[in-house]
């Protein structure tokens, strides 16, 4: 089965740069998620990582390390709407997408102060 | 459409009384999924479909829970014989599949008195 384990809270300023952790263990792995989750809304996509390294996206990037079971989501140049939850995800059973449903973990409350 | 469309966004029921929620992916996704999600936590995985197929229903809590997605597009989550404890925000996504991820919809929020 999986396990995913994430912070529950975190704390950051305006401006700072934040990094979000996520460790996994999976019997079988292809890809990790990071989702966006403001106060009342709905999980939104942020990321995909399938490789390891680091994937760029604007102020957002993400890393993976599979050897280690280990992601991290990075935020830059941090904004008041940056405060959300931020969940990490990963296909059970080994399939990734359509082939199978993503584990949550249970989401990074992450707090913006000015 | 669009985006995922669920119905209703709230469902106020009676304890022992049974409820349908309804859920509209978006046209050309394959495969659509529901989730649980309590406040304060991710979301728990139910059940999921490939076109009209139930590919896993593992989550689903007993069996006063059912889904189905008759035409391989609308789907509904039915939960018969509602408890309190079957209280909570209930939403549904769908997925071109790969590394495009899921598109959630708004929600029902299903609360049991």
């Known amino acids: 089965g999986q396990n995913i384990d994430q912070p529950t809270e975190m704390t950051a300023t305006e401006g700072a740069i934040v990094q979000i952790n996520c460790t996994y263990q999976t019997s079988g792995f292809n890809g990790l998620f990071w989702y966006q989750q403001h106060a009342g809304e709905a999980p939104t996509f942020l990321s995909y990582n399938v490789l390891d390294g680091l994937e760029e996206k604007g102020r957002f990037s993400s890393f993976l390390s599979r050897s280690k079971g280990y992601s991290y989501l990075l935020l830059k140049e941090l904004q008041m709407k940056d405060s959300a939850s931020y969940l990490c995800a990963v296909p059970d059973t080994g399939y990734g997408g359509s082939q199978g449903n993503l584990i949550f973990g249970k989401g990074t409350k992450l707090s913006v102060k000015p | 459409g669009a985006g995922v469309s669920q119905s209703p966004r709230y469902k106020v029921t009676k304890r022992g009384q049974d409820v349908a929620l309804r859920c509209d992916p978006i046209s050309g996704h394959v495969s659509l999924y529901w989730y649980r999600q309590a406040l304060g936590q991710g979301p728990e995985f139910l059940t999921y479909f490939n076109y009209e197929a139930q590919q896993d229903k593992s989550g689903l809590p007993n069996d006063r829970f059912s889904a189905e997605r008759p035409e391989g597009s609308i789907s509904t989550l039915t939960i018969q014989r509602t408890e309190q404890r079957d209280s909570a925000m209930y939403r549904c996504?769908?997925?071109?599949?790969?590394?495009?991820?899921?598109?959630f919809g708004s929600g029902t929020r299903l609360t049991v008195v």
């Open positions: 996504a769908s997925s071109l599949g790969g590394g495009h991820g899921y598109t």
